[in-house]
Structures are given as structure tokens and as C-alpha cells.
């Protein structure tokens, strides 16, 4: 079952303020899955956050178990309609 406290959505904050976030959710929160968010520009920082977790602070506690692409439209300031791309990198507990 998954909840939405374990969703980290990455935006304008300083980058080791995602990467503290995943690595406090598996083990301060004790998750088996968290999922890093991103849509549009931030996607590439989604995968840096995921990738410094794991790599360096999780090393052989956590590793990627899937990754998911999409797109979102929707209406901007002006009215129009576009579409954004979103990730959800799926990050979980090595058993």
C-alpha cells in the first residue's frame, strides 16, 4: 500500500534538500518505497536526487525498482493547453 508522505516532488529548493528528504523516508520513516516526482525541467533533477540517494547515501540499502514517464496537459496563465512531461521514480529497499 502506498502513501503520499513517501512522494517527494522536486522543485525549486536546494538539491541536498530532496536527497536528505529520500534518504530520512527509508531510515528515520523506515518506507520500503519512495517515489521522487518531477514534471517538466525538474525531471533531470529527479534523477540526480535518486541518483546521489542511492549511490552515495544508501549505498546497498536502496536501489531504483522502476521508473515511469508521462504527460500532463493542462492550462497555463494565458489559457492555453499544454503538456508537460512527469516522472516517478520508484526507489525501494534492497531486501
Do not use: H, W
Not at 527509508?26 to 540526480?48: H, L, N, Q, Y
Request: charge should be positive; avoid cysteine.
Amino acid at each position: 500500500m502506498m502513501t503520499d508522505d513517501s512522494s517527494i516532488f522536486i522543485g525549486g529548493k536546494p538539491f541536498m534538500n530532496y536527497v536528505t528528504g529520500v534518504v530520512m523516508q527509508f531510515t528515520t520513516k523506515g518506507a520500503d518505497e519512495v517515489i521522487v516526482k518531477a514534471r517538466g525541467k525538474f525531471i533531470s533533477r529527479a534523477v540526480d536526487v535518486s541518483e546521489v540517494a542511492i549511490k552515495r547515501f544508501l549505498k546497498g540499502q536502496a536501489d531504483i525498482k522502476d521508473v515511469r514517464i508521462d504527460s500532463e496537459e493542462f492550462e497555463n496563465k494565458e489559457g492555453k493547453l499544454v503538456r508537460v512531461s512527469t516522472i516517478e521514480i520508484f526507489l525501494g529497499k534492497i531486501k
